[in-house]
T-cell receptor
């Protein structure tokens, strides 16, 4: 069966510090991968998605970036965090080529920028 | 623009039935999803509708009317563990999901 791992679960970082959140998927090949952010009282905001190694699409211009160094690894990064980067970050995967299929989410990372 | 509307909060009684409504406006339409999200946890997939009508899965059912841009999630025989937020998401012509802010469902004994 497929599983998705995301870490860390919680993170407190000062403004201006770097960020690296990692996500890995097991039990499937060539998945579509996604990074979402969820702010309180608002819908999930798609940040990045990837359909393959090295292929990243950015949905929202910001100080975050994403990379996919391996087929089942997706990393969210920032060089300098802002207060507004606080939120609940979710990694997700879906089956490649099955555009009708659902997204499956990791357990999320609660990021607090102080 | 694209938009998903659903009530912010609903309250229901254990053992009862509750219907959570969702209206959507998307650029093209490729299906409507419902997810359940317990506080502090990740969303989990509940149902998917792409054709008009009712899809039933145990205590949960989801309905879609494409002509009205409307869906609902019906929860029967409510249990305390059903207390959660329920997210509605529409898939647009680019197969991207547009998410509602979620409906927080409070179950009272």
């Amino acid at each position: 069966s497929q599983t998705i791992h995301q870490w860390p679960a919680t993170l407190v970082q000062p403004v201006g510090s770097p960020l690296s959140l990692e996500c890995t998927v097991e039990g499937t090949s060539n998945p579509n991968l996604y990074w979402y952010r969820q702010a309180a009282g608002r819908g999930l905001q798609l940040l990045f998605y990837s359909v393959g190694i090295g292929q990243i699409s950015s949905e929202v211009p910001q100080n975050l970036s994403a990379s996919r160094p391996q087929d089942r690894q997706f990393i969210l990064s920032s060089k300098k965090l802002l207060l507004s980067d606080s939120g609940f970050y979710l990694c997700a995967w879906s089956v490649r080529g099955s555009e009708w299929g659902p997204l499956h989410f990791g357990n999320g990372t609660r990021l607090t920028v102080t | 623009g694209q938009n998903i509307d659903q009530p912010t909060e609903m309250t229901a009684t254990e053992g009862a039935i509750v219907q959570i409504n969702c209206t959507y406006q998307t650029s093209g339409f490729n299906g409507l999803f419902w997810y359940q999200q317990h506080a502090g946890e990740a969303p989990t997939f509940l149902s998917y509708n792409v054709l008009d009508g009712l899809e039933e899965k145990g205590r949960f059912s989801s309905f879609l009317s494409r002509s009205k841009g409307y869906s609902y999630l019906l929860l029967k025989e409510l249990q305390m563990k059903d207390s959660a937020s329920y997210l509605c998401a529409g898939r647009d012509s680019n197969y991207q999901l547009i998410w509602g802010a979620g409906t927080k469902l409070i179950i009272k004994p």
